[in-house]
């Protein structure tokens, strides 16, 4: 008999988890990006097409991609519905704790689920422009809060996966 206790995930949680939207790649995405590591598989990959509409640049359509957990899953597809038809730069705005408070909450733990996706969608927006050789005035020159943790993050996961390997050459 398992000794594991289940994770406290909110009802929207599990229903995302078991229904999730916008999942899949876009065959004619303006931009992809990544953010975690395909190492151990904690890693979301968000494809964003964007067109313009009355001088400004919208996000037309958006899916993603998640070799995460459920609260991965969960906080990329309400991430796609909310931003979904936003303006970029609102888009922008959007925060992991925003996030997680759509999603009625998420336990600790799981707080770098939600990170990862925002930090992914920061970076998506990011290298948009950097590809089209613009800076727009609302985005700022340093990293994001999102973006900074998701890197810290990435560099975690690679420490820890080197290690694994390590330990499993000496012992294997
Ligand atoms: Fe790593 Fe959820 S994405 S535990």
Redesign the pocket.
């Known amino acids: 008999m398992s000794t594991r206790i289940p994770l406290p995930y909110t009802p929207k949680v599990l229903e995302l988890f078991k229904n999730p939207k916008n999942v899949g790649s876009l065959s004619d995405a303006s931009i992809v990006a990544k953010a975690?590591s395909p190492a151990c598989g904690?890693m979301i990959r968000l494809y964003l097409k964007v067109s313009k509409k009355n001088n400004e640049d919208y996000i037309e359509k958006i899916t993603f991609e998640s070799y995460?957990?459920?609260?991965?899953i969960a906080a990329a597809s309400i991430l796609t519905e909310m931003v979904k038809g936003k303006k970029m730069s609102e888009a922008w705005k959007i925060t992991w704790k925003q996030i997680a408070d759509e999603l009625g909450g998420l336990p600790p733990?799981?707080f770098?689920?939600s990170i990862?996706a925002v930090g992914a969608l920061k970076r998506a927006i990011r290298a948009y422009y950097t590809k089209q050789g613009k800076h727009p005035p609302w985005l700022p020159k340093s990293l994001s809060l999102e973006e900074k943790q998701t890197m810290e993050e990435e560099e975690l996961i690679e420490k820890l996966y080197s290690k694994y390997l390590k330990y499993n050459t000496k012992t294997g």
Do not use: R
Request: hydrophobic share 35%.
């Open positions: 975690g904690d995460g957990c459920a609260a991965n733990i799981k770098h689920c990862l």
